[in-house]
Every structure is written in C-alpha cells, then in structure tokens.
C-alpha cells in the first residue's frame, strides 16, 4: 500500500469497514432518519433509542464506501449512553475535525476519543462528505425523521 | 471473476503514421502530475483532453475576430459568422450529413436530447403513444423522455440487458409497436461501453414509423460516425467528449425532421421577423438556436474534429481499442475483480467491481498513484441495479493513452484489492 494512504485509510477504519459495530436494526428506536450521499450512492439509515435526553441504544444499516461505514460505525459506538447535548458537541468537535484545512494543524478535542483517526480525512476534500453523512443523518434523527432521506447535496 | 485462459496479450505498438509521443505532445494536460506521479488520465467518458489546436482556436476567435455573429454589417461580425458557419460544415462533414443546415449547436448532448423531446416529442407524442428507451440509457437519454410521457400521458417502454450488458434486440422488437413515436438509443453505454447494434435497432423501430434518435455522446468520440449508414433520424454528441470545449455540442437531425419542428427557445437569432402580435420563425437551423451562441466554442470543437481527422481517426481508434482490450482481459484475470458488463462489442470503457472494496475507495486509490477514473454510478442508475450494485469503477481510453498506463490501473486495482482485502 502507498505509504501517503495510511493517513486516510487508518488501521481501525480499515476494521470497522470490514467489521462494522452496531450493524443492523433497532426494534426499539424511538428515532431514525435516512441519509443519502447522491453522488456516491451511500446509503445509511441510523436507529435510536433516546430516554431522558441519553442516547441509549444506537445502531445502523446501509452500504457505502469504507470511510462511511467505518464513520457510522465508529459514530454509534462514541454516542452509546451519552447524553444527547454531548452528542451535539461530539458532532461540532467531529465536523471540525475533518472540515478543517488541509495540512493546518489541528487540535484534536480529547473527547474525540477513537473518532481522531478521521483527522485524515481533512486532506482529502472529495470524501469529508462521506463521513459526516452517518453524523448528518444522526442529528436529522434527533431532530425527528423527516419524509425525505438526509442528502449531502 | 474469470478464470485465467491464455496469457493476456499486451497491446501491440501504435499502427505505423499513428505516433503516440507526438499525438501527447499535442495535450499540455499529459504532461502534467498528480501527487507527484505522473498523470494517468482514464476518465475520458466523463470528457477528454483538449489539443493544443482547440485552445488555439478558440484564444484566435477572441484574438482577432472576436463578435457576434450574423448580427452585423461589420468585418469582426462577418468572419465571426464565417467561423461559426464554417464549424457547422465541418460538423456536418464529420457526421456524413447532407447539408450543414441540419447540425444544430446546443449546449451539450443533454440539450440537444431536450430539443429533440420538447420540439419534436411534443408535436408527435400523445396519449397512448409509446417512446421506446434500451436499459443501457444514461439519465440524459432518459429523463426528458420521462418526462414527455408524463406530460403527454404517454408511455415510456424499455428494452432489456442480457447479462452481458447487450440490449436484447428481440426484446427491443417485441416491444415496438405502432404506437410507438420514438424510439432513443445510446450509440455506445457510457456505464459498461457496449456498442449497441444501431443500425438493427432503426431498421426495427422505421418499419414501426417511430423516429429514431441517437444518442452519440460515448459514440461520437470512439467510433466512426456517418449517420446515413447508421439510418437514424437524429444523431446528438458533446463537444467536451471529443476532444473539444465543454459548453457545446451537437444535435444533428434529417432536414425533414427540422423543418417540421416548432421553435424550442424563442429569442434572438430564430426569426425573420417580429411585431408585437406575431413571429416568424426562421428556418433550421437558427430557428433552434436562440440568442447568441457559444461561437469560440463552436469553433473550438471544430478544430478538435479537425485534429481527429489529421491523425487519422482509424489508426487513433485501433490503438485505443488495443489498449481497452488489453486492460480489459488484464482486469478479468485479477481474482478479486468482477467485470460489470461484458459486452459482445465494447468501446472506451470498461466498468468493474473490486470484492470488499466500494469503488469510491478505489477511486481513491488510484487518484493518489494519478490515475483518474470515474467511480460511481455515471449517470446511468438504472444499469446499476440491473447488475445489483450500487456503483462501479470505470476506466474509459482515449487514442491518447498509453500502454504502461494500462501497467499503472492493474497496480493500482491490485494495491487496492490488498487494502481492503
């Protein structure tokens, strides 16, 4: 592999394409929202189950590219059991995260956790799409599903 | 996956008069790189490089004879209309059409289909009628005609894919019928590169009395056109796809066709004369040319048909062919590699699915080696989920492309197998 991928393509991304966590339904999700990536054909539909304003049970379906699955992935275990004003604030840190310049330094919030292997992500504008979809979709589910899928475009 | 037969043949050199360096020399864009590799440019089916020639053409109109044209008594207007007018001979000469008057420059091969729907469709098709489409369609010969059978009330009939990516042509058959008005085909699938049998499809959909209308974006640039041996009634193609300037392209459509068609746009440069009660509308085929055109561009894509002409579109198009069939076997004989569509005839493009790894990530693979492919589902939807997946990545060859290239996509797709396997 090209040494200059490694930045993007990190080992736990890599794992999490191939083993996504949190995969499939949620019969008990008082919230979902769909979302949709129409240049790239990424599909995911995120479930929820919130009580007491905590994210209590998180999963998702849908297929897309490895940086996608491994967002959405990555994103159900950060917000399982925390409460939903963190989540807002993990979303802004995350969206910072890989919006901000390329090759600029950025200082990575410590309750980022695992999620700062997407710092990568920043150099390679063309993909920042594909991993906020699973976090755009996320918020759309807080806010209450609406008719039409979340789309990054 | 296909399994390995014979040793793959590797693409034999350029047939002699065709010199491959120098025909690159002719594209600044070649020599440029890309996170420091050379560029390796594959994404000709989303639009070509330019020549030197079409620059120069285009920077000589603003230069020296920059104007409107047919609109002035002036010297710059008349050599403006003259270069305009000269383009549309040009045009006409490439596509072996009767007569200039009817090449119609639009804006692009989507435009010229939209005329074709909205000037001609709306005049001929009505409730009940039928517009008959292939599988292999590309959203821009798909939707407009969607969209006048909705309008209309009329149906839009589809002729399928065999699972190789050939439209089923005894399908196609079975389908027409004498309520059909249109029928809209691709020359050559912008998704899987299949060449579609054109000149059977037209014969078939004449002797139902539908009008038959090309769709010659993938076609134009890759295989030799002459419209009157192809027997269709309109024939549109995109100046950016074949080597000129974006913002231009062609409808070319039999005279008989035009002149029974109602304006598309009304404007300037489309009549003979106005009051305020009634218009007279000129003949084709300014009268589908509203308002001032994309003259430099139309000049430009001439200057690109011209250089085609001077390096020989044959020997261009087998050397390309070469390269496309070498990459082609090279793709199947990876074990991680499904082809998406294995058509009996091909051109430019070969379009693949890699196991574990989604084509955007392999798109992104290939980009940090420089080598630009198209990854997606290129405007084509309905050809994705007749294969069952989501998108594919498609390599597409210019005559311009070279053999180590082909070395540089079968790396690349290997580099990414490993990464994701």
């Known amino acids: 592999m090209s040494t200059d991928l490694s930045d993007l393509y990190q080992e736990v991304i890599l794992d999490h394409n191939r083993r996504p966590r949190n995969f499939g339904p949620l019969p008990a999700a008082n919230r979902s929202a769909r979302g949709h990536n129409p240049l790239c054909g990424d599909k995911v539909t995120l479930f929820v189950r919130v009580e007491d304003d905590r994210v209590e049970e998180i999963a998702f379906e849908g297929s897309g590219c490895a940086i996608s699955m491994a967002a959405a992935s990555l994103m159900t275990e950060a917000l399982k059991g925390v409460p939903v004003a ?8 995350f969206h910072r995260l890989v919006t901000s310049r390329p090759g600029e330094p950025v200082e990575v919030p410590a309750e980022l956790g695992k999620l700062a292997v997407f710092a990568g992500v920043r150099d390679y504008p063309v993909r920042v799409k594909c991993a906020t979809l699973p976090w755009h979709t996320f918020n759309a589910a807080l806010a209450g599903a609406p008719e039409r899928p979340v789309s990054t475009e | 996956m296909a399994a390995a037969a014979a040793p793959v043949e590797r693409a034999e050199a350029p047939l002699p008069g065709f010199d491959l360096e120098r025909v690159r020399a002719d594209f600044p864009i070649l020599a440029r790189r890309v996170h420091g590799r050379p560029l390796v440019y594959l994404d000709n089916a989303a639009t070509t490089q330019k020549p030197r020639a079409v620059l120069a053409a285009i920077a000589r109109v603003y230069e020296e004879s920059c104007s409107n044209v047919a609109r002035g008594v002036h010297t710059l207007s008349g050599e403006a209309t003259a270069l305009y007018e000269g383009a549309r001979a040009t045009v006409a000469r490439f ?19 939209n005329l074709m729907a909205g000037a001609w469709g709306r005049a001929r098709v009505g409730e009940g009628d039928e517009v008959l489409v292939t ?32 439209v089923i042509v005894e399908e196609l058959e079975r389908r027409l019928s004498p309520r ?51 027997g269709c009634d309109a024939y549109a193609f995109s100046g950016h796809k074949i080597y000129g300037p974006s913002g231009i392209g062609v409808l070319w459509a039999r005279r008989e066709l035009l002149a029974a068609m109602p304006p598309y746009q009304g404007g300037g440069g489309m009549i003979t004369s106005v009051t305020f009660e009634d218009t007279e509308f000129g003949d084709p085929p300014h ?7 994309a003259i430099e561009a139309a000049v430009g894509l001439a200057a690109a048909l011209d250089y085609l002409e001077g390096i020989g579109r044959e020997r261009a198009a087998a050397w390309e062919k070469a390269l496309l069939d070498e990459a082609v076997a090279r793709l199947a004989d990876l074990p991680a590699v499904t082809l998406i569509g ?18 955007h990530d392999v798109g992104t693979v290939l980009d940090r080696r420089g080598i630009a492919v198209r990854a997606g589902h290129h405007c ?13 990545t498609r390599a597409s060859f210019a005559f311009y492309n070279r053999r180590d290239e082909v070395d540089a996509l079968i790396d690349g797709v290997r580099a990414a197998a490993e990464l994701f396997a």
Do not use: Y
Request: hydrophobic share 45%; aromatic share 4%.
């Open chain 2, 95 to 113: 596509l072996g059409a009767a007569d200039p008057s009817e090449v119609v420059f639009v804006r692009g091969t989507t435009e010229a289909i």
């Open chain 2, 380 to 392: 084509a939807q309905p050809v994705m989920e007749r294969f069952g997946v989501p998108a594919t």
């Open chain 2, 342 to 359: 294995t058509p009996r005839e091909r051109a430019s493009v070969v379009s693949f699915a890699l196991a574990g790894a989604h084509p």
């Open chain 2, 180 to 230: 059909t008005r249109i029928a809209a085909v691709a020359h050559v699938s912008n998704a899987l590169g299949t060449v579609n049998p054109v000149r059977r499809i037209a014969d078939l959909a004449h002797a139902v009395g539908a009008t038959v209308v090309v769709d010659g974006a993938q076609g134009a640039p890759h295989l030799p056109v002459d419209v009157a041996a192809l």
């Open chain 2, 135 to 166: 599988g292999l369609e590309h959203h821009s010969n798909l939707v407009p005609w969607q969209m006048l059978c909705a309008e209309k009330g009329a149906r839009l009939v589809v002729a399928p894919l065999d699972d190789r990516g050939d």
């Open chain 2, 287 to 293: 009268r589908f040319e509203a308002g001032t055109p």
């Open chain 1, 86 to 93: 963190e989540a807002r604030t993990l979303f802004e840190g």
